[in-house]
């Protein structure tokens, strides 16, 4: 598919970023942890003709900048799509939040509402919700004096850092025809993005309990919102789609009863489908 590849610049550090031309408002899409934006391989095509879209790597993974020492964080993100929409000149967008993402584009809707055409909600999380889990790698990686022995042993042997990689990542995607091409090459891609994988899970409980302070601003957010949640995702479960549909006044809820974790991977064409069909406010 025809794009144009662009250099969004963050302070001295570079965001890769793909635009593929079409209508507008254009379709933002935003990737998680461990992945990048290959994630949306199987949606781009579902989406682009007609519409414009834009992917793009968080500073730290995939084509982007992976600077040393840098605070890879929930905020920061924010920072990246910030610049991201700045620097394309990007008027309204229709934000398509993932896993990891949902912090970074939530935060960014609620300070930007006059620029949010919709917020499409893929299997992702913003505050604490009561039924929501972590997957046993990110359990692993974030909890406090786990972490160090998990990573030092991640680190030291490339088998076992493999092997669960494929297993947890596996574990996302419902076809095993999908899930062998799609697994490997994502874990070709973290093996570089690990320090922003460490640090992300460094920030992730302070995240999620920080945003529980954004509840009445997400209570009084007009713009149109739509949560599309794979059913089958035992993490970010159906539990916390339904929050999400409590939370935001303007939402509809969508769940997907076969799809798993990668809901866009499982089931692209209806994902497409819904995004595409999501009311937008005019500017």
Do not use: C
């Not at 794979?230 to 999400?244: I, T």
Request: zero cysteines.
């Amino acid at each position: 598919m025809d794009h144009r590849e662009a250099q969004v610049q963050r302070g001295r550090h570079r965001i890769y970023a793909r635009e593929y031309p079409g209508q507008d408002p254009p379709v933002v899409l935003l990737h998680g942890f461990p992945d990048n934006l290959h994630l949306y391989d199987r949606l781009v095509p579902h989406l682009h003709p007609p519409r414009r879209v834009v992917a793009f790597d968080f500073l730290g993974w995939g084509a982007s900048d992976k600077p040393t020492g840098y605070r890879y964080t929930a905020t920061n993100q924010t920072g990246d799509l910030d610049a991201v929409i700045d620097q394309l000149e990007l008027e309204q967008v229709v934000l398509v939040a993932h896993d990891a993402s949902g912090p970074p584009a939530i935060d960014w809707a609620l300070a930007h509402a006059d620029r949010v055409a919709a917020l499409v909600l893929l299997n992702t999380y913003y505050g604490w919700t009561r039924t929501l889990r972590r997957p046993q790698a990110i359990f692993l990686y974030s909890t406090p004096i786990l972490r160090n022995l998990a990573r030092a042993v991640a680190s030291r042997f490339d088998v076992l850092d493999r092997s669960l990689y494929q297993w947890q990542v596996g574990r996302f995607i419902h076809d095993p025809a999908v899930r062998k091409e799609l697994v490997p090459l994502l874990y070709d891609g973290f093996r570089s993005a690990r320090p922003a994988f460490w640090s992300l899970n460094n920030d992730l409980i302070g995240t999620v309990i920080s945003r529980r302070k954004s509840i009445s601003k997400m209570r009084g957010f007009t713009r149109p919102v739509r949560i599309i949640f794979g059913a089958a995702d035992p993490y970010l479960n159906s539990g916390v789609a339904k929050r999400f549909h409590e939370l935001f006044p303007t939402s509809e809820l969508f769940l997907l009863p076969s799809a798993r974790h990668y809901v866009q991977v499982d089931q692209p064409e209806e994902v497409a489908g819904l995004i595409l069909s999501t009311p937008t406010t005019p500017p």
